[in-house]
């Protein structure tokens, strides 16, 4: 699951605006295909207490279109064991939500300053510490507890190298009490899918280049998007290619064609004098 608002123009170190959408991506094995999709549509108006400003907002949440779509997911019967996202929606509720409501397990990332108790006596209690004052062992599962969840949690503690040099420090919790440490990274490292998803969705079949401005014509684009990136994936499995690749090779060929019949018709052209 993945919430997209915008682009990063990194020429100007700045965000641009872009459609804001809210997708939920299966993925088995080699494939990845969107299973739903949801436009924010900010269409209330609301006063900034901080600005003093009109803005607008979804009347709907994200966290909300989140359960929304994972419950279809669910009555659509497909079949998924694990629910990954980012730690934007790694909520109580969401936890709760997806454990008892849907029946599947969570792996997802958790900020550091979260409040967790490591027995359940400790929890009734009230005695709460957050993540980062806990010192966890490298390749160790720690069993917590959180705050508004009613069953334990493996906390893992991810340590890694960064692009830069710099160390980089990822703190992920399981529902599923039976994974261990490599398990819960190796699974939860899945979820990198979803971001070459929106790659593929911006270069390879131009959703950033939609030239639509009303919520139904910027949905239409966006499907037309969708279902060009799913011909892609299909197309992906059956060639043994990447998408990038596909998409180089498509236009090679396109080009090629192009040239052929530019140069039939330059063969069988005459020149006439009057």
């Known amino acids: 699951m993945k919430s997209f608002a915008g682009m990063r123009d990194h020429s100007k170190e ?7 959408f809210l997708s939920t991506l299966y993925h088995n094995q080699a494939i990845s295909l969107p299973i739903g999709f949801e436009l924010v549509a900010k269409t209330e108006e609301y006063l900034d207490k901080k600005t003093q400003k009109m803005k607008r907002r979804s009347p709907v949440t994200k966290n909300e279109m989140a359960r929304m779509m994972i419950l279809q997911a669910v009555k659509n019967q497909v079949l998924f064991r694990f629910v990954l996202f980012d730690v934007w929606f790694a909520s109580a509720e969401n936890l709760m939500f997806i454990k008892h409501d849907c029946e599947k397990e969570v792996i997802c990332p ?3 300053n979260r409040k967790i108790a490591l027995s359940l006596e400790e929890k009734i209690n009230g005695q709460y510490k957050t993540v980062s004052t806990l010192e966890i062992k490298p390749n160790a599962e720690l069993e917590i507890y959180t705050e508004g969840v009613d069953f334990p949690l493996t906390l893992i503690k991810q340590v890694f190298t960064n ?7 990822l703190y992920l919790i399981a529902s599923d009490k039976t994974l ?7 699974i939860y490292q899945k979820r990198w899918n979803v971001e070459c998803y929106h790659k593929s969705l911006k270069q390879n079949v131009s959703l950033a280049k939609s030239p639509t401005q009303t919520e139904k014509t910027q949905t239409n684009h966006f499907f037309a998007a969708l279902c060009g990136y799913i011909k892609l994936e299909m197309l992906k499995v059956e060639t043994r290619n990447k998408s990038f690749c596909l998409k180089n090779k498509t236009i090679c060929q396109c080009f090629t064609i192009s040239f052929s019949n530019f140069a039939r018709v330059e063969s069988g052209s005459s020149l006439r004098v009057r």
Not at 163 to 169: A, L, T
């Open 14 to 20: 700045r965000n641009i605006k872009g459609i804001n």
């Open 110 to 112: 958790i900020r550091s």
């Open 163 to 169: 692009e830069d040099g710099s160390i980089g420090i």
């Open 180 to 186: 261990n440490y490599d398990q819960i990274t190796t």
